[in-house]
T-cell receptor, first 116, second 116 residues
Framework: AQSVTQLGSHVSVSEGALVLLRCNYSSSVPPYLFWYVQYPNQGLQLLLK??????LVKGINGFEAEFKKSETSFHLTKPSAHMSDAAEYFCAVSEGYGGSQGNLIFGKGTKLSVKP | EADIYQTPRYLVIGTGKKITLECSQTMGHDKMYWYQQDPGMELHLIHY???????EKGDLSSESTVSRIRTEHFPLTLESARPSHTSQYLCASSAIPGQGLNNEQFFGPGTRLTVL
């Protein structure tokens, strides 16, 4: 069965500092991996995704993530945090094929705070 | 504009009432999903549908039911609401995976349900 582990339920950084949100996954098949962001009282917005091909994936708002198969990781980074990045971030894994193809398994989320 | 809509955004209701949460999308997507999200917790898939007259149960058991009579509409119903149903409910849609299209899920803004 697939699963996602996000290390750290709450991460706090200073404005301008590096953002690193950790995600490890478990999957018996080649995974599709996603990062979503959720602002208060809103739905989820896709930041970036990895399906196949290049392992370094660039997304919106300056975020990027690198798929490392050997480490079963898909960590999210941003070189310089902005106040507007404060939100909840969810990592998700999807089955690439099969009966539940496309269904997402989410991690518990990491709340990012940005200090001025 | 292509989008996914949920109504109501907030609902406070008494125990025993029947409620229907509405979800509509103009994305042209065949697959739709319902997730339940408790505060500060991950999303759990409770229902999904591949298209008209298709409904499947998700990973989390739910007393709610869904229907899919029209492609763009995927309502969720609770016949008799209870305090344990208090949660946020998120609707999402995607293209059918494997059809060579971008299959990321697009989310609505959510309905926050409180049952007294």
């Amino acid at each position: 069965a697939q699963s996602v582990t996000q290390l750290g339920s709450h991460v706090s950084v200073s404005e301008g500092a590096l953002v690193l949100l950790r995600c490890n996954y478990s999957s018996s098949v080649p995974p599709y991996l996603f990062w979503y962001v959720q602002y208060p009282n809103q739905g989820l917005q896709l930041l970036l995704k990895y399906t196949t091909g290049a392992t370094l994936v660039k997304g919106i708002n300056g975020f990027e993530a690198e798929f490392k198969k050997s480490e079963t990781s898909f960590h999210l980074t941003k070189p310089s945090a902005h106040m507007s990045d404060a939100a909840e971030y969810f990592c998700a894994v999807s089955e690439g094929y099969g009966g539940s193809q496309g269904n997402l398994i989410f991690g518990k989320g990491t709340k990012l705070s940005v200090k001025p | 504009e292509a989008d996914i809509y949920q109504t109501p955004r907030y609902l406070v209701i008494g125990t025993g009432k029947k409620i229907t949460l509405e979800c509509s999308q103009t994305m042209g997507h065949d697959k739709m999903y319902w997730y339940q999200q408790d505060p500060g917790m991950e999303l759990h898939l409770i229902h999904y549908s591949y298209g008209v007259n298709s409904t499947e149960k998700g990973d989390l058991s739910s007393e709610s039911t869904v229907s899919r009579i029209r492609t763009e509409h995927f309502p969720l119903t609770l016949e008799s609401a209870r305090p344990s149903h208090t949660s946020q409910y998120l609707c999402a849609s995607s293209a059918i995976p494997g059809q060579g299209l971008n299959n990321e899920q697009f989310f609505g803004p959510g309905t926050r349900l409180t049952v007294l």
